[in-house]
């Protein structure tokens, strides 16, 4: 078992940003990637952004490339977010799974946190 714990939610402005954090513990070394997902009242689960522990290569969802950053360090996961607009506001989960591909799919999530709120407003 993997356990994932979200921090850094809150309320902010349009055009801010925030930095969301992931502490993994438990049988990490079952999970090779790491990811987000974003649930926004009314919508579907997404996928935002993926990154594998060793390499480091990550993937993004379109609607946040070149505003939203993932990176590790040791059990942590972060996700840096630039240049925050009203529609990124949702529920914020961490995720772990097999490789970056199985997270990304969205089908193959292993893991779940429990979700850190982000609400930008306008």
């Given at each position: 078992?993997?356990?994932?714990?979200?921090?850094?939610?809150?309320?902010?402005?349009?055009?801010?940003?925030?930095?969301?954090?992931?502490?993994?513990?438990?049988?990490?070394?079952?999970?090779?990637?790491?990811?987000?997902?974003r649930q926004a009242?009314?919508?579907?689960?997404?996928?935002?952004?993926?990154?594998?522990?060793?390499?480091?290569?990550?993937?993004?969802?379109?609607?946040?490339?070149?505003?939203?950053?993932?990176?590790?360090?040791?059990?942590?996961?972060?996700?840096?977010?630039?240049?925050?607009?009203?529609?990124?506001?949702?529920?914020?989960?961490?995720?772990?799974?097999?490789?970056t591909a199985a997270?990304?799919?969205?089908?193959?999530?292993?893991?779940?946190?429990?979700?850190?709120?982000?609400?930008?407003?306008?």
């Amino acid at each position: 078992q993997v356990q994932l714990v979200e921090s850094g939610g809150g309320l902010v402005q349009a055009g801010d940003s925030l930095r969301l954090s992931c502490v993994a513990s438990g049988r990490t070394d079952s999970s090779s990637a790491m990811g987000w997902f974003r649930q926004a009242p009314g919508k579907e689960r997404e996928f935002v952004a993926t990154i594998s522990w060793n390499s480091g290569r990550s993937r993004y969802a379109d609607s946040v490339k070149g505003r939203f950053t993932i990176s590790r360090e040791e059990n942590t996961v972060f996700l840096q977010m630039n240049s925050l607009k009203p529609e990124d506001t949702a529920v914020y989960y961490c995720a772990a799974g097999s490789s970056t591909a199985a997270i990304s799919s969205g089908t193959r999530v292993a893991y779940w946190g429990q979700g850190t709120q982000v609400t930008v407003s306008p």
